[in-house]
């Protein structure tokens, strides 16, 4: 194409400039005021900066609220459906590619369907099974449930790395006197390890960053996770901010983190899980 | 197997609620009596129109920012994936924290984007954004517009990297104008990307309530009451399981007509997945 000339240019970068400021300025300020001691918050006008640096928001967090159950809650809900996710996702993914399965293509289909489902609908009968069972109130319903809701897209993606590892592969393994289980783990999984690692990070984000279902599968202030213990917080009666932005920025941080560093895994996951499915 | 036990028995269940009024854990079979309620009932024909003004004004603006900022980051030559990633945050980091720091920005007497408004002489005095409820659908509105133009964004990049830059070249030599270029080669190279990204968009759109929940739960007087917010309020606010199921029944039907298109124009049941 070619090169913009300098009046493009220029407001070629302008639009960037003005978009980006738009897109971030909600997390500078979630950082800014996080960073503010309390009597700084509820000034009028607003610092652009903190007059004065504080972690003390953060110090209560921990400290006098329960926001270290609440991320130890986020962590094991969020680890443990990425291992049964995962787990169950690259069986179920294997089997559809090496076996014949009747009516496999039409699954194939519901398996994308299922992912458009309204969660709110599902969360109803999700309610009351885990009542039912006793569950409410444990990190296994979240675990449960968030898994279900990420099966059909990891299985679904997988199937495509697993059907680009040509069958001979690991036919030939069993032919030296592997099973067919010592194949799947000794040859195929280590083979399809972007598509574990973007599945993994696809469930453990969905997990991660879930809200209503665990604003309706607990109840129990010391089994909340992150994002309800903190969406929790602003219907107090008086609402703290810079303690609140804190925990903004202890929920945001590990999916940044995570995002900054696997972006390439992501960004291929999710154009391929929309374009193609 | 397990897939069949996690999402074919609890949809099942929920047509089941829907067919059944529930009191407690005692459920009485009422056949379509839900159904008919709920359809008799002015919150969900209000519910409805909320939800279809909200999509429709969230994809459009999603799809044309999206497109621009695809087409504007496509031109550049430095910071490329740089700007990818930072353009990506807010639809990474969950959909109720991104509410939460814009219920902060929003605050009536402190927010700073009150503030800022006033700075500049835009309005007269603080708005009490969440509190009236023009403002507030507005308000949540343009959260959601927040949240998903990165994701079209995305879609858009992939897209423009796979026209042949022949094209382009050729349409230079015919002496084509940027407008030009854009017209023909770039919009009908992008056509298919684009309805698929709508579809995919109204799905996603329809049935989101993080933001909503967050921020207004559906108030004021209904003004942000989307379906899946009525949803929720009637399940877990009022606790009328079976009209609620039946309200998730039809918003399942709308979503399914969407998907129909989608898979159709995806060509998914015929093509290898992944392929």
């Not at chain 2, 927010?111 to 009236?132: F, I, K, M, S």
């Not at chain 2, 133009?149 to 830059?165: C, R, Y």
């Amino acid at each position: 194409m070619s090169r913009p000339g300098p009046f493009a240019a220029t407001l070629l970068w302008l639009a960037v400039i003005v978009a980006a400021i738009v897109t971030v300025f909600p997390f500078y300020w979630m950082l800014n005021t996080s960073l503010k001691p309390a009597s700084e918050v509820f000034l009028s006008p607003p610092g652009f900066v903190p007059a004065q640096w504080t972690l003390a928001a953060y110090a209560t967090l921990l400290t006098e609220r329960p926001f270290a159950r609440y991320f130890l809650n986020s962590l094991i809900v969020s680890l443990g459906s990425t291992a049964l996710s995962v787990a169950l996702a690259a069986l179920a993914a294997y089997g559809f590619t090496r076996f014949h399965i009747p009516g496999a293509s039409a699954l194939i289909v519901f398996l994308l369907f299922t992912k458009m489902l309204p969660e709110t609908l599902l969360i109803i009968p999700y309610f009351r099974l885990m009542t039912e069972l006793g569950l409410i109130n444990t990190h296994l319903a979240l675990i449960l449930a968030y898994s279900s809701f990420a099966l059909p897209f990891s299985v679904w993606m997988l199937i495509g790395f697993f059907r680009s590892i040509p069958r001979e592969i690991d036919e030939a393994a069993i032919v030296d006197g592997a099973s067919r289980l010592v194949a799947f783990f000794r040859v195929v999984l280590p083979l399809s390890r972007p598509g574990l690692v973007a599945v993994a990070l696809f469930t453990f984000l969905i997990s991660w960053n879930s809200y209503v279902w665990a604003l309706v599968l607990t109840t129990d202030p010391s089994m909340f996770v992150l994002s309800v213990g903190i969406a929790n917080m602003v219907g107090e009666y008086r609402v703290l901010w810079n303690e609140l932005m804190a925990g903004a920025v202890i929920a945001a941080a590990p999916v940044m983190v995570l995002y900054a560093l696997l972006e390439r895994h992501l960004v291929s996951a999710i154009t391929a899980g929309a374009v193609k499915g | 197997m397990f897939l069949a036990g996690v999402i074919v028995l609890p949809l099942a269940h929920a047509f089941w609620t829907s067919l059944h009024r529930i009191r407690g854990l005692t459920a009485t079979f009422v056949g379509l009596r839900n159904y008919e309620r709920v359809l008799e009932d002015e919150a969900f024909w209000h519910a409805l129109g909320v939800s279809l003004r909200f999509t429709s004004i969230s994809v459009a603006a999603h799809v044309l920012l999206g497109l621009g900022l695809a087409l504007v980051l496509n031109e550049l030559r430095v910071a490329r994936t740089a700007l990818r990633i930072l353009f990506l945050t807010p639809w990474m980091v969950a959909s109720a924290i991104g509410a939460t720091i814009w219920l902060w920005l929003l605050e009536p007497q402190f927010g700073v984007v009150n503030h800022l408004l006033v700075t500049a002489g835009l309005v007269e005095r603080p708005l009490a954004w969440l509190g009236e409820p023009g403002t507030a659908f507005a308000a949540v509105t343009a959260v959601e517009v927040w949240r998903g133009v990165p994701f079209i964004m995305l879609l858009m990049l992939a897209g423009l990297q796979t026209i042949p830059q022949e094209q382009y070249e050729a349409a230079a030599i015919d002496g084509a104008t940027a407008v030009q270029r854009f017209r023909h080669v770039t919009l009908p190279n992008l056509r298919y990307l684009l309805v698929v990204a709508s579809t995919l968009d109204i799905i996603n759109v329809v049935r989101h309530y993080d933001i909503i929940g967050v921020m207004t739960g559906g108030g004021p007087a209904g003004a942000t009451e989307v379906l899946p917010a009525l949803l929720y309020n009637t399940a877990f606010r009022a606790n009328r399981f079976g009209e609620a199921a039946a309200i998730g029944v039809m918003l399942l039907l709308m979503v399914l007509a969407f998907s129909i298109v989608y898979l159709r124009v995806t060509r998914i049941g015929r093509a290898e997945p992944g392929s």
